[in-house]
């Protein structure tokens, strides 16, 4: 009802202004008047001006609502709820003259569409509400009002958390390990040390201390933003099991010196609920165990711990829950005595593993890497591998692997070299790098390079990669093109693909002349200068480029043109 007067008779016939649930004396006993005062009023001259309608304050406010000062799922559900639900009903109703009538039967109407009890309080007490506290803040004519306080509420059903068996968790766990082992860590991190999933998407390799197998979360992952931890016991500083480590330490990402540490297969920041909708619920039902959400691995780790024994204080400080939750929604679900301490296996998942490890085996995909200028770039890598058998699951048809010839050192052959062709060659590098043959000079890399081209056609320009690690020692090589008697294409995309391949932290570059004259080709110089600037872009360093000659070679680095 819009602004009106009435006539007060227990007051002395006085007119009062009456607007909504706001009520002010006119004081006067003529209606002209008052009509005249009510008119003043509308207009805003009347002491206070009539309150803005819902639709009105609504259009201010949503403005003010931006990030970082309040989360975006926040800001999406604002606008969600409004366009839904209240601005159909409220819109066009004053502020002032909204009371506990309105809204209980709003409240009424939402429940006959069969929304839960806690979305309506979500729409009603969260939403709504929130909009007319910063009024109320605003307005004088709101100021001592609030229609909430007489709605009740039914108690909302509890949900207890829904956890895997033991034997449900082992069995998704091996199925990952076997059949998807590029996420075979995200899987086992949930499992193992009960982290949200938001939280393992925010994790960068900077919260991670290796060598102190302590993990640091002071961040949560939503809608594709880092934003706070859900509650303040979120922030901690966790130690997790040697095994755990282990197995984060053979992600792309880290040998690749990626900001995060889990990536989706096209090198972009993972995201927990697509990686749900398309993975988790296919494992579950190839494997014929009932479908939970992801974050029921989250619930499996706290009723294990509590299962085993833990101290309730140190769990929820572990996992960033509080005592009370815990005893009342976890302790509940208790309906054995299972201490089985679980210690997932992870030999041969490391087995299965291909070195590097590398994203999603398919032609044109992007891989998420550092540039020495701490800025992230995209680089085209085609093809790459990461298992030596491409897994069947989840996907219905193998894919082709690429015949590319890529060797890696195995401290056999002349000088330690070998050459093989793909994917034999390409295993899991051990530890030790003893036997890598050092390249600290270009004499060092024309040896190491002679080498190689004793087992080329000597009539042809071959032009070489030779990939170090960051002590100069050589990871391995690949033969980038085979030219002519006189020529050899390179392009840069070709050369940095087998460099990123063989986790190169520097390069050096070599081919050589058939002519028996190492003097370089305008070409040759031209080349250089292109790949000097692409890898000053990725962060690789370009070490040398060196030609070769009968019994001479040309070193571009010893000479200052690098």
């Given amino acids: 009802m819009p602004p009106h007067i009435k006539k007060r008779r227990d007051r002395g016939s006085v007119w009062y202004l009456i607007d909504g649930d706001y009520s002010k004396s006119l004081g006067t006993t003529k209606k002209g008047l008052a009509e005249f005062r009510l008119d003043q009023y509308v207009k805003g001259k009347f002491g206070v001006a009539p309150t803005p309608t819902v639709k009105e ?32 009903v409220f819109g066009g109703r004053r502020l002032g003259e909204i009371g506990s009538k309105d809204l209980a039967a709003f409240q009424l109407s939402l429940m006959r569409k069969g929304l839960s009890v806690k979305t309506c309080r979500n729409i009603i007490e969260g939403s709504f509400r929130a909009l007319y506290r910063e009024a109320r803040a605003e307005l004088d004519a709101l100021q001592g009002r609030n229609p909430w306080a007489d709605l009740r509420w039914p108690r909302a059903e509890r949900q207890l958390p829904d956890p895997f068996e033991p034997h449900e968790r082992d069995k998704v766990l091996e199925c990952f390990r076997e059949k998807e082992p590029f996420y075979y860590p995200w899987v086992l991190m949930a499992f193992s040390i009960g982290i949200r999933p938001g939280e393992a998407c925010a994790l960068k390799w900077s919260d991670v201390d290796v060598e102190g197998l302590v993990i640091s979360i002071n961040k949560s992952r939503h809608l594709g933003i880092d934003n706070q931890p859900k509650t303040r016991k979120s922030w901690r500083r966790i130690p997790v099991p040697r095994f755990l480590m282990d197995v984060l330490l053979t992600l792309p990402s880290y040998s690749l010196g990626a900001e995060r540490v889990f990536l989706n297969k096209e090198g972009g920041v993972l995201d927990a609920s697509q990686w749900a909708k398309d993975y988790w619920a296919r494992a579950l039902k190839a494997l014929g165990v009932r479908y939970r959400r992801f974050y029921c691995a989250r619930h499996t780790f706290i009723t294990q711990a509590v299962k085993r024994g833990w101290l309730l204080k140190s769990l929820a400080d572990y996992c960033g829950n509080s005592v009370s939750m815990i005893e009342t929604n976890y302790c509940a679900v208790l309906t054995s005595n299972d201490l089985t301490v679980f210690e997932p296996l992870v030999s041969n998942y490391q ?30 890598i ?115 693909r087998a460099a990123l391949y063989l986790c190169a932290a520097a390069v050096v570059f070599v081919h050589n002349h058939p002519s028996g004259d190492p003097a370089p080709s305008p070409e040759d110089i031209d080349i250089t200068r292109r790949l000097k600037e692409t890898g000053d872009v990725l962060g690789i360093r370009v070490l040398d480029h060196v030609v070769l000659g009968d019994d001479r070679y040309f070193s571009f680095s010893d000479k200052g043109m690098l």
């Fill in 382 to 496: 085609c093809k790459m591998r990461y298992t030596d058998k491409i897994p069947k699951y989840p996907r219905e048809t193998p894919i082709n692997p690429p015949k590319t010839k890529i060797s890696l050192l195995k401290g056999q052959g002349r000088n330690g070299l070998q050459t093989e062709n793909f994917p034999g060659a390409v295993r899991r590098r051990t530890r030790s790098v003893s036997y890598r043959l050092p390249c600290r000079s270009a004499e060092d890399a024309q040896r190491v390079a002679r080498s190689i081209y004793e087992t080329l056609d000597a009539d042809k320009e071959h032009f070489v990669l030779l990939a170090l690690n960051n002590k100069n020692r050589v990871n391995g090589f690949k033969v980038i093109s085979t030219g002519s008697l006189t020529a050899s294409l390179v392009h840069p995309r070709e050369v940095w």
């Fill in 57 to 88: 304050f609504y259009d201010r406010w949503i403005e003010t609502k931006v990030e970082p000062l309040f989360r975006r799922s926040l800001i999406r559900d604002y606008k969600q709820t409004f366009a839904r639900y209240i601005l159909p």
């Fill in 351 to 380: 087995n299965n593993l291909a070195s590097p490890t590398g994203f999603e085996p398919k032609s044109c995909k992007r891989a998420l890497v550092r540039s020495s200028g701490n800025r992230l770039v995209f680089l085209r």
